[in-house]
């Protein structure tokens, strides 16, 4: 019986310790008047808060929609529904395709994070008024941020500037017009720039930051501001100067062009004093398989170049071990121009120099029928449903080749940017030719998934110090870039542009065009050229920068010279061009450019300009909350 007892009042013990222990408030949250007691208590909820910046990250991003990318798998799939016209009112569509980055319609737990930021910072005791300056400032930097990824794709946001309660109404109305939602936003940008500080942080914001956004905003905003109207930009209207303005206070404030473009976007330039936001990652926490790296490179052996008479072999067995799923296209490659050897002030697409000219023979048939094994070295393979855009030879006795002709004198970011023929990388030779170790016909026609379907990588955003090889669980740092100095400097040429004054466009577009391309500086002779030369250096400058798709569809909008001469609102060539291939012989002497239907029909490539200048406010939302619409035209 005592022990019985014993174990009574043992037991009692027990039980009321783990009362006493237990009955307490939970352990894993942190009480709302603490967070906002101080300064450094504040900064780690915003910290929390800059998932918003996703968005802009680095990579292919919408940059599928476009001809730059030919895609598969996923990648192909995300753009698929876009470019091909099969979306519906639906869908609520997410730019990277990837659902742990929230830069839908729905934005509104990020938007209630940033007003308890400055509701809350506000109204606390133990952060000085300096102090809350700075943080209620970085709050609207947030919020703006956030609806700017929502307003560039829908046009119109629900503006909630407050810290809604249990007892408010949730059937908030949508603004009226996109303007509406960009004055919210540029606003918001404008107190930021006037209150953050000029203090430089990896990956937060500052006065120059939030003024490098607030350009591009700008922009936005006045190819949208009569839609669905046509668009009719005003050279005196005021969002011209703010963007010249803020452009100007981030090109004095301590930035730099960067000398070596390729290492901005890998781990040697990381922190470039180009870069005026990225978002880090460390290896700690991040592997190849959570950044663009696992989806850039091949999966590719020895095994398999040898069944496809491919060669040279790479000096590891297995060379790399991703998922590739996007490659660049020749139609974004042809805008990597070269040096005329006759003349070196003119700059050209590589098969319309005087070099190509004179070694090029385009009226003979290079192609044979694909084979495997035995393939001639002096053909190209065709198959499928391809078609021919462009074939030739190099002429006898010419000393020029494929090689020389794609790379010599061409645009320094071209092998900064992209993997090609004979191009090293990690220590690997790739020949992307016909019966190279790399090209598109080891995955194509009877292939073995893993290679390139253009012949070509991007070699942009791929870190070199992978370690010990390029396999998806591989622990790596990485950043992305969402924004620097030269897409300000563009920004800039295309204010001036819109302007009317050619010469202050030409400065700033031929500061990137000289320094990271190395090219003569563009002397256009009128607006119809100089928005030739500024379209296409913004989109090799800016290429995987998450800038191509929006830019296009704000050039249509803008029409004129800025559209290939159509009128506002008109279709966007670059959105419905086929997109083109190229294949090198063995021999390095023979090509043909091709087009086709590719993977995922990526020549099923619609524009309909009555309804794609804006996507659609998901049905499902509007059906919920009527004053969500009305939907967007066409949609």
Same mark, same amino acid.
């Given at each position: 019986?005592?022990?019985?007892?014993?174990?009574?009042?043992?037991?009692?013990?027990?039980?009321?310790?783990?009362?006493?222990?237990?009955?307490?408030?939970?352990?894993?949250?942190?009480?709302?008047?603490?967070?906002?007691?101080?300064?450094?208590?504040?900064?780690?909820?915003?910290?929390?808060?800059?998932?918003?910046?996703?968005?802009?990250?680095?990579?292919?991003?919408?940059?599928?929609?476009?001809?730059?990318?030919?895609?598969?798998?996923?990648?192909?799939?995300?753009?698929?529904?876009?470019?091909?016209?099969?979306?519906?009112?639906?869908?609520?569509?997410?730019?990277?395709?990837?659902?742990?980055?929230?830069?839908?319609?729905?934005?509104?737990?990020?938007?209630?994070?940033?007003? /308890?930021?400055?509701?809350?910072?506000?109204?606390?005791?133990?952060?000085?008024?300096?102090?809350?300056?700075?943080?209620?400032?970085?709050?609207?930097?947030?919020?703006?941020?956030?609806?700017?990824?929502?307003?560039?794709?829908?046009?119109?946001?629900?503006?909630?500037?407050?810290?809604?309660?249990?007892?408010?109404?949730?059937?908030?109305?949508?603004?009226?017009?996109?303007?509406?939602?960009?004055?919210?936003?540029?606003?918001?940008?404008?107190?930021?720039?006037?209150?953050?500080?000029?203090?430089?942080?990896?990956?937060?914001?500052?006065?120059?930051?939030?003024?490098?956004?607030?350009?591009?905003?700008?922009?936005?905003?006045?190819?949208?501001?009569?839609?669905?109207?046509?668009?009719?930009?005003?050279?005196?209207?005021? /969002?011209?100067?703010?963007?010249?303005?803020?452009?100007?206070?981030?090109?004095?404030?301590?930035?730099?062009?960067?000398?070596?473009?390729?290492?901005?976007?890998?781990?040697?330039?990381?922190?470039?004093?180009?870069?005026?936001?990225?978002?880090?990652?460390?290896?700690?926490?991040?592997?190849?398989?959570?950044?663009?790296?696992?989806?850039?490179?091949?999966?590719?052996?020895?095994?398999?170049?040898?069944?496809?008479?491919?060669?040279?072999?790479?000096?590891?067995?297995?060379?790399?071990?991703?998922?590739?799923?996007?490659?660049?296209?020749?139609?974004?490659?042809?805008?990597?121009?070269?040096i005329d050897k006759a003349d070196p002030t003119q700059v050209l697409p590589w098969n319309q120099t005087s070099q190509y000219l004179a070694a090029v023979d385009e009226g003979v048939n290079v192609r044979a029928p694909y084979a495997r094994r035995g393939f001639p070295d002096d053909k190209v393979p065709s198959g499928g449903d391809e078609v021919v855009v462009k074939q030739g030879r190099i002429k006898a006795g010419?000393?020029?080749?494929?090689?020389?002709?794609?790379?010599?004198?061409?645009?320094?970011?071209?092998?900064?940017?992209?993997?090609?023929?004979?191009?090293?990388?990690?220590?690997?030779?790739?020949?992307?030719?016909?019966?190279?170790?790399?090209?598109?016909?080891?995955?194509?026609?009877?292939?073995?998934?893993?290679?390139?379907?253009?012949?070509?990588?991007?070699?942009?955003?791929?870190?070199?110090?992978?370690?010990?090889?390029? /396999?998806?669980?591989?622990?790596?740092?990485?950043?992305?870039?969402?924004?620097?100095?030269?897409?300000?400097?563009?920004?800039?040429?295309?204010?001036?542009?819109?302007?009317?004054?050619?010469?202050?466009?030409?400065?700033?577009?031929?500061?990137?065009?000289?320094?990271?391309?190395?090219?003569?500086?563009?002397?256009?002779?009128?607006?119809?050229?100089?928005?030739?030369?500024y379209k296409r250096e913004r989109r090799v400058e800016l290429t995987e920068e998450n800038d191509f798709y929006y830019s296009l569809l704000r050039w249509g909008r803008y029409g004129g010279n800025a559209n290939d001469g159509l009128a506002s609102g008109g279709t966007i060539a670059n959105l419905t061009e086929p997109i083109r291939v190229l294949d090198i012989s063995k021999d390095r002497k023979s090509f043909a450019i091709v087009t086709g239907s590719f993977n995922f029909g990526y020549n099923q490539r619609r524009f309909d300009a009555s309804r794609r200048y804006l996507f659609p406010i998901p049905q499902g939302f509007i059906d919920n909350n009527p004053k969500f619409g009305p939907q967007n035209p066409g949609w």
């Open positions: 019986m005592k022990i019985k007892i014993l174990i009574i009042i043992g037991c009692a013990f027990v039980i009321s310790s783990c009362k006493k222990v237990l009955d307490v408030e939970p352990l894993d949250k942190v009480k709302e008047d603490i967070i906002w007691s101080t300064k450094a208590n504040a900064e780690t909820f915003i910290y929390g808060t800059y998932g918003i910046m996703d968005v802009y990250r680095s990579g292919p991003g919408p940059d599928t929609r476009t001809s730059n990318i030919l895609a598969t798998d996923g990648n192909a799939r995300n753009a698929f529904t876009v470019f091909s016209e099969s979306l519906t009112n639906s869908y609520d569509i997410n730019d990277h395709g990837d659902n742990k980055i929230f830069d839908n319609f729905n934005n509104w737990a990020e938007i209630r994070r940033c007003n /308890l930021i400055i509701k809350k910072v506000g109204e606390s005791t133990g952060i000085t008024d300096s102090d809350k300056k700075l943080l209620i400032a970085e709050g609207k930097f947030l919020r703006a941020m956030s609806y700017f990824g929502v307003a560039r794709k829908t046009g119109r946001i629900v503006w909630i500037d407050n810290v809604l309660t249990e007892s408010d109404d949730f059937k908030l109305p949508t603004v009226a017009t996109p303007i509406e939602s960009y004055n919210y936003i540029i606003k918001d940008l404008e107190d930021a720039v006037a209150d953050l500080p000029t203090t430089k942080i990896a990956g937060r914001a500052n006065k120059y930051v939030a003024a490098a956004f607030l350009t591009e905003a700008c922009l936005q905003a006045l190819a949208y501001k009569n839609y669905p109207a046509a668009a009719s930009v005003n050279s005196a209207d005021p /969002l011209l100067e703010k963007i010249i303005t803020n452009a100007q206070l981030v090109i004095g404030g301590g930035y730099a062009l960067e000398t070596d473009y390729e290492g901005m976007f890998n781990e040697t330039k990381s922190t470039s004093a180009e870069i005026i936001f990225g978002i880090y990652k460390k290896a700690i926490d991040n592997i190849v398989q959570n950044t663009p790296m696992q989806n850039a490179f091949p999966n590719i052996s020895n095994d398999k170049v040898k069944k496809f008479d491919g060669g040279p072999l790479f000096s590891k067995p297995v060379a790399f071990e991703l998922w590739p799923e996007y490659f660049p296209s020749q139609n974004l490659a042809d805008d990597y121009l070269v010419s000393l020029e080749d494929l090689w020389t002709l794609t790379n010599v004198n061409r645009d320094a970011r071209w092998k900064s940017s992209i993997v090609s023929d004979s191009s090293r990388f990690a220590n690997e030779l790739f020949t992307t030719n016909t019966k190279g170790n790399a090209n598109r016909w080891i995955s194509v026609y009877g292939g073995d998934w893993g290679s390139t379907v253009t012949n070509m990588y991007f070699r942009k955003g791929m870190y070199t110090n992978v370690a010990p090889s390029y /396999l998806n669980s591989v622990k790596t740092d990485y950043h992305y870039v969402c924004m620097r100095l030269a897409r300000v400097y563009l920004n800039l040429a295309e204010a001036y542009l819109l302007k009317g004054d050619l010469a202050n466009a030409l400065t700033n577009l031929n500061k990137t065009r000289v320094m990271h391309g190395a090219l003569p500086a563009s002397a256009a002779g009128n607006l119809a050229d100089g928005w030739k030369d």
